[in-house]
């Protein structure tokens, strides 16, 4: 009897572990920005291919790979970048209307700064239906990037690409950079964004107070380094 008791215990206590577990995998989650359907929490567990050299940058086909770059951004160390010196490349049109957006580098209150410090090349294609409701998150970097950055010895570039049809909503936008292409760009370093077009609309329903970065294209490029050519 004392061992089916005991037996009935190791029973009872693995069910409780079982029982925890989900709330510590989802613990490093991102803020729901006023609800939960955000493509990052769909993205993919790996890419089209490549291994995120130049010679064979890593491949973006879907929704859910592009969310996976957005994911892995997130999931880095605060004020490290974990895309530096990496290549990727979109392989194929991508239509983001599904679910909302979440940017591809963070800022959270004005400290934990991530940002995109690799090479993106659009490859010519298009990202379209881009849907940003940010309803309450202040210190905050929107665009289909977050922030690009560059460090010492590599410079980070986005080219090829279009963005159309893109909305971006955002409610009390102290602190906050805004644009369709990415929030805020920090030129320390050389940064390059070539052939790149953006089309869409950003809208607010309070009066930009303290701190507030609003452009249709780029929110604000800080630094002297950085360079846009065939943009519009």
């Not at 089209?48 to 890593?58: H, I, L, N, S, V």
């Not at 979440?102 to 995109?116: R, W």
């Not at 090349?121 to 560059?150: P, R, V």
């Not at 963005?163 to 369709?180: E, K, R």
Request: glycine share 12%; proline share 4%.
């Amino acid at each position: 009897m004392k061992q089916k008791k005991k037996f009935l215990f190791l029973i009872l206590s693995l069910c409780a572990v079982l029982t925890l577990a989900p709330a510590t995998a989802y613990a490093n989650d991102p803020p729901a920005l006023g609800n939960e359907d955000l493509w990052i929490n769909y993205a993919a567990g790996s890419y089209a291919g490549g291994t995120g050299t130049e010679d064979d940058p890593y491949q973006i086909a879907t929704a859910e790979q592009l969310a996976k770059l957005a994911r892995d951004v997130y999931d880095g160390p605060g004020m490290s970048y974990v895309t530096e010196g990496k290549y990727y490349k979109l392989t194929a049109n991508i239509d983001l209307s599904g679910h909302n957006w979440y940017p591809i580098g963070t800022m959270a209150n004005n400290t934990i700064i991530k940002n995109f410090a690799g090479v993106f090349d659009g490859n010519g294609c298009t990202i379209s239906g881009m849907n940003i409701q940010n309803n309450y998150e202040q210190d905050s970097k929107n665009g289909l990037f977050g922030g690009i950055a560059s460090l010492a010895n590599f410079t980070s570039e986005v080219k090829n690409l279009t963005i159309s049809d893109a909305s971006i909503q955002v409610i009390d936008p102290q602190l906050t950079y805004i644009g369709i292409l990415v929030g805020d760009i920090n030129c320390a370093y050389p940064v390059e964004v070539n052939d790149v077009h953006v089309s869409g609309s950003i809208g607010t329903n309070a009066a930009p107070s303290v701190g507030a970065y609003v452009g249709g294209f780029v929110g604000a490029v800080i630094g002297s380094s950085g360079t846009l050519s065939d943009c519009r």
